[in-house]
């Protein structure tokens, strides 16, 4: 039989080693596992549109400066790029639209908690709010879930050109099976058709949460006015398309109920231009 100190000591270099071991299992299972804001396996990645609805009475020039603040903000809590765009024509005008991505719904509480501690955005923000005249009317926010096949931001190549032209647009659906089966089109290959004929995608979405559901947005973008013009009448003559839209099920009517779009300009800090 051992002495009591000699069992003792045992005792305590098995109970040593038990818990290195198991703290070194951990330590290897947390280095193995996705972080929080990894995009799920198969998964798309978000985008948070942000509209703010101002009038043109308003200071937007002070509206203009603030949203390069949150641009800056974004990207100190790691999200890039962020497009920030003003609308030149269509509803809304004027009106202000932020996009920024996210690869997993997790990452834009992140954000959200990375901003809260960031003292250079809360100074700014407490500055533009002291102001009692607004420079916007409201905020309205949505959420997409980005398409199968184009699941995230793809800015443009600026190159040093001038800035491209940009168009935002919006189809709203009779239904959930409508809405799913337009999305299916463009997964299909209408987003390949786009591209073909110079309708330049910058990302596409379907609503998770906002206004007038179910409903798809997306962004395209053009190198001209004159460039857009001459892209939907190559898209419109194309026989992919001719192909694709005749198929039993896939007429615009049967899919779409209500479409509205916006020209928009890419203001000086966008990331996205």
Do not use: C
């Not at 305590?12 to 703290?23: L, V």
């Not at 020039?61 to 920030?84: T, W």
């Not at 959420?143 to 995230?152: I, N, Q, V, W």
Request: charged share 25%.
């Amino acid at each position: 039989m051992l002495p009591v100190e000699r069992v003792e000591a045992s005792r305590g270099k098995s109970m040593r080693r038990r818990r290195f071991i198991h703290s070194a299992l951990a330590a290897a299972g947390r280095a193995a596992a996705p972080a929080v804001s990894a995009p799920p396996e198969g998964g798309g990645r978000f985008i948070v549109l942000e509209w703010y609805r101002s009038r043109r009475d308003l200071d937007l020039e002070r509206l203009r400066g603030q949203l390069g603040n949150l641009v800056a903000a974004y990207n100190r809590a790691g999200v890039q790029p962020v497009g920030a765009f003003q609308v030149l024509i269509g509803p809304d005008n004027p009106s202000f639209l932020v996009a920024a991505p996210y690869p997993a719904l997790a990452a834009i509480e992140e954000t959200r908690a990375r901003m809260e501690k960031d003292e250079k955005w809360l100074k700014d923000n407490a500055a533009f709010d002291e102001k009692w005249d607004l420079a916007y009317e409201r905020l309205e926010a949505s959420l997409l879930r980005g398409f199968k096949t184009f699941p995230g931001i793809e800015p443009p190549k600026s190159e040093g050109r001038r800035p491209n032209v940009f168009e935002l647009r919006t189809y709203e659906s009779r239904n959930l099976s409508a809405h799913a089966r337009k999305v299916a089109m463009f997964d299909e290959g209408e987003i390949g058709i786009f591209r073909r004929a110079g309708i330049n995608p910058v990302f596409f979405g379907s609503t998770v949460f906002g206004a007038r559901l179910p409903s798809l947005t997306y962004m395209v973008y053009y190198r001209t006015w004159e460039a857009r013009a001459e892209a939907w009448s190559r898209f419109g003559q194309d026989p992919e398309w001719k192909k694709l839209s005749t198929r039993p099920g896939n007429a615009d009517r049967e899919l779409v109920s209500v479409i509205s779009n916006q020209l928009l300009q890419p203001l000086q800090f966008s990331q996205i231009k």
